[in-house]
Each structure stands twice: as structure tokens, then as C-alpha cells.
């Protein structure tokens, strides 16, 4: 018989867990930022589970890259908007 391939969650947080020295010499506030980047790895589990990635810190940096883009395209958007609202009212 073939070797069971481990489920990714599983694999998820054991990953997450190995960053658990880093994250305890942060401070306070980049520790709650620290674990919003590893809320993004487990938002994108879905894909991370096709992926299929050797080493699983791969998938949890590309998951933060995707958010944090997704948050550069939103602000982005605020800010032409914002530009917009600028020169109608210079116009007036």
C-alpha cells in the first residue's frame, strides 16, 4: 500500500505551532499582528490542501501575500476615490 498523504490542517498547525518561540520574543502588538498573518494561512487552508506544497511555510507566505495585496488593491480604491471627491470639490 501507498503512504497516506497527512492532512493539510493538521500540517497547518504544526507549522503555525514551530513559530511559537519567534512569536513569543515580539512585542505585544506584533504579536496580535503575527497571529492575523497566520489567520490568513488558515482563511486559505482550502487552497492550501491542492496546492500540494513541500514545505508548508510556502503556502503560509503566499496566503499572507494575497491578503495583504487584497487590502492594497481596497486602499487603492479608497484613494482614487477619495481624489475624485478632492477635485469635484475644487471645481466647486
Do not use: C
Not at 508548508?56 to 491578503?67: K, T
Amino acid at each position: 500500500m501507498g503512504r497516506t498523504i497527512p492532512s493539510f490542517r493538521p500540517l497547518l498547525n504544526d507549522e503555525i505551532k514551530s513559530w511559537e518561540d519567534f512569536k513569543r520574543g515580539l512585542k505585544l502588538d506584533e504579536k496580535e499582528l503575527f497571529d492575523n498573518l497566520m489567520n490568513y494561512a488558515k482563511i486559505h487552508a482550502d487552497a492550501g490542501s491542492l496546492a500540494v506544497r513541500p514545505v508548508i511555510s510556502e503556502y503560509i507566505f503566499m496566503s499572507i501575500l494575497i491578503e495583504q495585496q487584497k487590502l492594497i488593491n481596497q486602499l487603492k480604491k479608497e484613494l482614487e476615490e477619495l481624489k475624485q471627491k478632492v477635485m469635484v470639490l475644487e471645481e466647486s
